[in-house]
């Protein structure tokens, strides 16, 4: 018994020590805003093109994109809906946003299934996740060609190679890097752009945090309307009480 309360003590003490794979460079802080209803249009389109394929949003149907993401119905058949169902008919916009990848050949070409990212951002956290997205660079010895300075030996290739160029260490510590191709955007275009997809999957992780917000606002102006008759009242009930 007095190991075990040792054990809980340590554990809730020291909240710093994490289990996981990551290295122990300084992560890169993101500014999420869940309110900025562009920047999640724009990363569900680079989520939807990019990632997608690999990685499902199991807990997320593509309708929710039109009450939160202020998308009609159309855009979001023509433009973010790419799968069909198992009779070849294209997926309805009340299904998740799931893919049709073949779990035993996925996991022959990447060594493991690529993961559902629903909750990823809750998981790990918009910081770890922004620095992640910015820390792929080449590497020869990998199967795919591309470690991350953050996750050593993911088994992930670089898929924004695209966008963002290629970058190659140039010391040992991976602290700094040099680009030795161009991509299709400016190292800042890039990093917005992973801005508003790490903003969309916050989203994803929590859609009811919108909800939230707009009903929260509601809420406070209530509760200062009513401090005000509240206050009325206790001056009209106490004036004549001396």
Known sequence: MNKFIIFLFFLFTFPQFSFGAS????????????????SLQRGAKIYVNNCLGCHTLKYQRYVKLVDHLGLDKSTIEQNLIFTTD?????????????NAVNKSHSKEAFGVMPP????????????????????????????????????PNVNMPHVLWWMEGVKEPVDSELSN????????????????????????????????KL????????????????SFVAYLLKVEYWKDVK
């Open 86 to 98: 198992q009779n070849g008919e294209k997926t309805k916009i009340g299904s998740l946003m799931i």
């Open 23 to 38: 290295s122990s460079i300084d992560l890169r802080q993101v500014q999420i805003d869940l309110s900025n209803t562009s």
């Open 211 to 226: 909800e939230r917000y707009t009903i929260g606002f509601w809420v406070v102006l209530f509760l200062v309307l009513f």
């Open 116 to 151: 559902d990212l629903t909750l990823i951002a809750r998981s790990r956290g918009p910081d770890w996740l922004y620095t992640f997205l910015l820390s792929f660079y080449k590497d020869e010895s990998r199967p795919l060609g591309a470690n991350n300075a953050l996750y």
């Open 177 to 208: 890097f040099k680009y030795i191709s161009s991509g299709s955007m400016s190292v800042n275009e890039y990093e917005k752009s992973i801005q508003d997809l790490v903003n969309f999957l916050t989203y994803v992780s929590e859609p009811a």
